[in-house]
């Protein structure tokens, strides 16, 4: 995978610019006279709009504090009555929305309909549409080609009013989608500026809007991101039932076939098609499908060359884009040769829920317990980015979670992540940010039954907490445990002592 | 010894008188050191240099500090003045206890210590004691500077994790060439070596004379040995709570044993996991794991075990089990063999070179050497081994892993593999860097080798036997010297 330093177009850079570009200096004598653009142009800009977002982003550092209130501006653009479409990271964790028309000091109050993290893609609605009516809505358009030229219109930092760049389309890719740092999907590279700000906006060629602004490259210049009009309507369709329900993956690692000796054990010859299976997920729809060591080489009828690419619309993209226009339930078409038979099976797609491990969560208040001082969250992204694990134990079950089937045993990997110092924890020490394995004997597998272990009807001698790699355990006795608890809460300002 | 350079506070106790003794018995040593590179292990990094000051011993020895003479490609030594040299070579080290035993190697030994005599090794020292560290100045002029000491305690100075008795004194010293190690001397005997300069501080650690004793007893048989272990890892007892539960009275101190090394001492004793040790040879451990010593106060447990006995002698250990007191016999010996040695100085890195695939046997100086914040950018696969290798220790001596891809035309596709655990190849479980070799000598009928990983993404790979050897020539010629190091 290349690894790349991505940012998002909106983040807090846009809170600090957006005040001091405040003082915009209307136009007058000393500026170039203001071109009027065509009535066709103009119908266009009324239909994209600044979206203000507040919003509150909760602390995985102490669970039980509010967040911090912060906030952001973006762009988005009408695709139909009361329908506005932005990206999911405008409105990421808003508590208040505003949507303001080109050209109008007004500011409607919105709401989101429809947000979904893992394409960046969201829709809002406003409280009242009458203003906008008579607007045109922009239409979706087709994938854009190489070289051609593309608009990216929106409301970036740099002054307050609406923005107009323009670029060619550089490349066409499979790539990481930023927002949730762990989704791929097709995007497409253009050289026009992307600046914070233009994040939700259109890409426009030919009147029609051809991708979203979304996402840049600070290690590069002249390079943007879109999602480009596939990931856009498959957004829009999966909607369309009344709620989203996510991208579906096969659930299998593949290996490009370039080794001649490989492709000699397998009996490939030198053109060939197919890519190795390398593994299957537990319990992805892959399962019992595949099997490592499988080669693959037709997907829904498309062949798939030994670098795991087909050829959609003449050009050459990774072969996961056909599973990528699909929905949960889809069946997808494998052909393949194990052990040198030809066979063709068929994969049932469906949701995969453990992968969130590695999924940036929003809009969703972290889970936690407390219990004499000692604070239990379940790791996943959020909490790895908010505390800096070094234990070799907890980093291992992070990166194998999936792989390793540990989702099948553990629901939640419970990590000790703080302790609040009390009489009755003051002298243990080295075990914070250690997994916990059991409690009073009990095997650990989700952060509620921690709860109910360290909050029992019968109060036992001692609560006995083993975490994983330290020998010695935490002992808390039981008489002590419930005062222990009330005091850390009242002296460390704990407002609230658990989210299960 | 690492004398910081802003050390400019003068020295008020340099004595000329001195320079007969000194010069009689100090010799400095000069030090070439070479560490094998990491990701290319038929290579030698480049070389570096220490100098410091060794003290003679009887039978024209040399005694200083490991540092001085682990990954040593050259020893040389010089006496005071600077007018003779003469190649040194090994007689003993202990990278553990920091000490080394160097003879002449070659050249003319008699005519370079005709003007030296041994130093006698004294004593002891008492806290409060006034003692002399010697240096030189680059013109052969003796610097001593006194110090006074003021506590002992168990330090480690050289190879990680290896604690011994030393001394800390207080006085300001000055830099001067030849000071990475120097002698401290008292009432005109050696009292230890000087390991450790802190200049903030203007605190030295110096190796206690009872470490410096039981080396070179251990060394005169011409076998050395080295110092004993038990094989146990300990946890303190401070916590009331936790005393509480493992139901030990408040009249004994105690210290929880959290793990207990396969065939040590301490398993075949009978210590078990959980125990709690509240003797070592009659002395009470506290719930720290100090214990009172009749001349240096408290000091840390493992010091009855490590610089005070030998390998072979017995040791009392009483533990409370259950609330059960229980005396148990254990029978020191050297700790045994790690899965990821913790220390390789002195020892090329085992390797071998398929196909421009890079195998090597797995040692925590591999994972140091990804830097100073190694335990966070070493592989993380590799790291969980030196953690916890009671985990993969079933049916290997070593490690065996895929260090990095040379592309070449037998790795084509394999590019960006690297450190991964090697299980089989060619169907033969790989226990080692010699059971590797071995096991790529038989190629399958289809003329392929097979490598599986512990775990990978395949987890089996193929490498085709006739390109790979054809590869391997041409590495030879594109100048890797050797193809492996068994």
């Known amino acids: 995978m290349i690894s790349k330093t991505l940012f998002l177009l909106l ?47 909760p602390n995985y550092r102490e669970p039980w504090k509010a967040g911090q209130f912060s906030g952001g501006i973006g762009t988005g653009f009408i695709i139909g009555h009361n329908r506005f479409l932005t990206n999911a990271h405008v409105v990421s964790n808003a508590r208040r929305l505003l949507i303001t028309k080109h050209g109008s000091p007004q500011k409607h109050p919105a709401k989101i309909i429809h947000i979904a993290h893992d394409c960046d893609l969201a829709l809002l609605e406003v409280e009242d549409f009458s203003p906008f009516e008579g607007l045109k809505p922009l239409e979706i358009g087709l994938m854009p080609k190489l070289e051609t030229q593309v608009r990216v219109i929106g409301y970036p930092v740099g002054g307050n009013r609406i ?46 809007v051809v991708g979203v602004a979304f996402q840049g490259l600070r290690s590069a210049d002249n390079t943007g991101y879109m999602i480009p009009p596939p990931v856009i309507k498959r957004f829009l369709k999966d909607i369309e039932d009344g709620s989203y329900d996510k991208y579906v993956d096969l659930g299998i690692t593949e290996f490009a076939m370039f080794n001649p000796a490989m492709r000699k054990k397998f009996g490939l010859g030198r053109t060939t098609p197919g890519v190795l299976v390398a593994s299957v997920t537990p319990d992805g729809p892959c399962d019992g499908v595949l099997l490592a060591n499988d080669i693959l080489i037709a997907i829904n009828g498309k062949a798939v060359d030994a670098a795991g690419n087909i050829l959609i619309g003449g050009e050459k993209v990774n072969m996961n884009e056909v599973v990528e226009r699909k929905f949960s339930g889809d069946l997808i078409k494998l052909d393949i040769i194990r052990d040198g038979k030809k066979l063709n099976k068929t994969a049932t797609l469906k949701p995969f829920p453990p992968i969130q491990m590695y999924a940036v969560q929003y809009g969703v208040q972290p889970r936690f317990t407390t219990f004499s001082g000692l604070v239990f969250q379940p790791l996943d992204r959020n909490l790895y980015a908010a505390h800096s694990f070094s234990n070799t134990r907890v980093r291992r079950i992070f990166a194998h979670y999936i792989d390793e089937g540990i989702f099948k045993e553990r629901e939640d990997v419970v990590i000790l992540t703080r302790i609040l110092e009390d009489p009755v924890n003051t002298h243990v020490s080295g075990h914070v940010g250690t997994a916990i394995e059991s409690i009073n004997g009990v095997k650990i597998k989700n952060l509620k039954q921690i709860h109910e272990l360290l909050h029992p009807n019968k109060i036992p001698k001692f609560f006995v907490i083993k975490c994983e790699g330290i020998e010695r355990p935490i002992i808390i006795p039981g008489e002590n445990a419930a005062e222990a608890s009330k005091r850390t809460q009242m002296n460390y300002g704990i407002s609230l002592s658990h989210r299960l | 010894m690492k004398i910081s350079l802003f050390l400019t506070i003068f020295i008020t106790t340099i004595t000329s008188h001195a320079a007969a003794p000194v010069q009689k018995h100090v010799v400095r040593i000069n030090s070439t050191l070479q560490k094998w590179s990491a990701s290319q292990p038929w290579d030698k990094s480049a070389p570096s240099k220490r100098r410091a000051l060794g003290v003679t011993m009887p039978n024209n020895q040399i005694l200083t500090t490991a540092e001085m003479a682990a990954d040593a490609t050259y020893i040389e030594l010089e006496n005071a003045d600077g007018n003779r040299t003469i190649p040194a070579k090994v007689v003993a080290i202990d990278y553990e206890a920091n000490l080394a035993l160097l003879a002449a190697d070659n050249g003319d030994t008699d005519g370079f210590f005709k003007t030296l005599s041994p130093i006698k090794l004294g004593g002891g020292a008492k806290i409060g004691d006034k003692v002399s560290v010697w240096q030189l100045e680059d013109n052969g002029v003796p610097l001593i500077t006194e110090v006074t000491i003021q506590s002992a305690d168990i330090v480690s100075s050289f190879a990680q994790g290896h604690y011994f008795l030393t001394y800390e004194a207080k006085g300001s010293m000055q830099s001067a060439s030849s000071s990475y190690s120097l002698p401290v001397i ?102 720290r794991g100090y214990y009172t010593d009749a001349q240096y106060g408290k000091l840390f447990w493992s010091h009855q075990v490590r610089g005070i006995h030998k390998v072979g002698d017995q040791v009392e250990i009483t533990i409370l089990r259950e609330g059960q007191r229980k005396i148990l016999t254990a029978i020191l010996k050297r700790p045994g063999k790690r899965l990821v040695p913790a220390y390789t100085y002195d020892t090329a890195p085992k390797f071998l070179v398929k196909g421009g695939f890079i195998f090597q046997e797995l040692t925590a ?122």
């Open chain 1, 11 to 57: 983040g807090s850079i846009c809170l600090i610019a957006t005040p001091t570009t405040y003082a915009q200096r209307l136009p007058d004598d000393t500026t170039a006279p203001i071109k009027v653009a065509t009535p066709h142009a103009q119908n266009i800009y009324g239909s994209i709009v600044r979206i203000e977002a507040a919003t509150q982003v």
């Open chain 1, 163 to 208: 923005s107009v760049t323009r670029g060619v389309v550089s490349r066409i890719d499979f790539n990481s989608y930023s927002h949730t740092r762990s989704d791929q999907h097709l995007v497409v590279q253009i050289d026009a500026a992307i600046n914070p700000g233009n994040s939700g906006g259109p890409v426009l060629q030919n009147g029609q």
């Open chain 2, 365 to 486: 100086t591999y994972l140091k050497a990804f830097g100073k914040d190694w335990q966070s950018k070493a592989p993380l696969d590799l790291l969980d081994v030196l953690r916890s290798p009671d985990d993969y220790e079933a049916g290997r001596n070593r490690i065996v892993f895929l260090s990095a891809a040379v592309p070449t035309p037998a790795t084509t596709g394999y590019e960006r593999m690297r450190n991964l655990i090697i299980a089989k190849v060619n169907g033969k479980d790989i226990a080692d860097i010699p059971s590797l070799v071995k096991a790529f000598q038989a190629p399958g009928s289809d003329g392929l080798h097979t490598i599986e990983f512990a775990d990978g993404n395949p987890k089996t790979i193929y490498l085709d036997a006739s390109v790979s050897d054809m590869v391997d020539g041409q590495l030879l010629k594109r100048g890797i010297p050797i193809l492996s190091r068994e």
């Open chain 2, 186 to 287: 008292k009432d005109g005997k050696l009292l230890g070596l000087l390991t450790s300069y802190n200049s903030k501080d203007q605190i030295t650690d110096v190796l206690a004379p009872e470490i410096i004793a039981a080396f070179l007893a251990d060394v005169k048989d011409g076998n050395y040995v080295g110092f004993p272990s038990l094989g146990i890892g300990v946890s303190n007892t401070v916590d009331p709570n936790f005393r509480a539960w493992l139901k030990l009275p408040d009249d004994v101190g105690g210290i929880y044993v959290t793990h207990v090394r396969k065939d040590s001492p301490a398993e075949k004793s009978g210590t078990l996991k959980g125990d709690v040790i509240i003797e070592i040879d009659g002395k009470e451990i506290g719930r």
